[in-house]
């Protein structure tokens, strides 16, 4: 059997605890816009919070499984961003201002935030110093994702690439966002080298039609017929054991 090399983590409900990192998010969301604009930290953080609850109402007109997805993907940031100028009353800036700020905020507020749940950072550190190519597949922005890492302080264990709507041009996670993996700027990968590691049967689903492996992480409920190749219901933990196995079986 062909060793895997690259492993191709999810982010949110695989390696980070989204509940966890939710109040420390908006404290830093709170933070950079208090600097920028003025008001309180509790004014903003409120804002948030009510964003947060009513979350489908922006996205309700929008199709992120569209040939527009992406398009539509930063339409949903500019609104929920928007919408932060809204409950909190303070005047509202250029809608092209608001535009780059609906890109920064994700990539600012979660830098002082270590939501990774608790199972997942001697995998990781397992893995990266055995050699392992580890990247991100996720539905958040690349600099989203790069602050998360840096956030948890695993950082530097991820010297792979990082899978985003923004470089695939895809945002459901399905066989062609996986595919820009193997064929990245002319880099040929074999997808058998590829274990892709995620809580979401779709996004499984995606890869092993390209021929990677896949992990299927179940921190909540439980699933009947994973269409995954193994299945981790106690966190990562056991993840690298597995990997080293598939070299050796």
Not at 7 to 23: E, K, Q, R
Not at 34 to 56: K, P, S
Not at 212 to 222: E, N, W
Request: net charge negative; proline share 4%; aromatic share 10%.
């Amino acid at each position: 059997m062909t060793a895997i090399s690259h492993v191709f983590f999810d982010l949110h409900g695989t390696l980070i605890d989204s509940h966890a990192l939710h109040p420390c998010y908006t404290a830093g969301l709170g933070e950079l816009m208090v600097a920028r604009y003025g008001g309180t930290a509790e004014m903003w953080a409120t804002a948030n919070r009510l964003i947060v609850a009513d979350w489908d109402s922006y996205y309700a007109d929008l199709d992120l499984g569209g040939e527009d997805a992406i398009e539509h993907m930063w339409e949903g940031l500019y609104r929920i961003t928007r919408a932060l100028f809204r409950l909190t009353g303070i005047p509202e800036p250029s809608k092209a201002e608001i535009s780059a700020l609906s890109r920064e905020i994700p990539a600012i507020a979660p830098r002082k935030c270590d939501a990774f749940y608790d199972d997942t950072k001697p995998v990781l550190k397992h893995l990266y110093e055995s050699g392992y190519v580890l990247g991100i597949a996720s539905h958040a922005l690349v600099e989203q994702a790069r602050s998360l890492l840096i956030g948890g302080g695993v950082s530097d264990y991820f010297n792979g690439l990082i899978l985003s709507p923004e470089v695939t041009d895809q945002f459901n996670k399905d066989a062609t966002f996986f595919r820009y993996a193997l064929n990245h700027h002319g880099n040929v990968l074999d997808p058998a080298v590829c274990l892709v590691v995620d809580d979401d049967a779709y996004a499984l689903r995606g890869a092993k039609q390209l021929g990677m492996r896949t992990a299927h992480i179940v921190r909540k409920g439980t699933i009947h017929r994973s269409p995954a190749d193994v299945t981790f219901t106690q966190g990562i933990t056991g993840l690298d054991g597995w990997i080293f196995a598939q070299a050796n079986p």
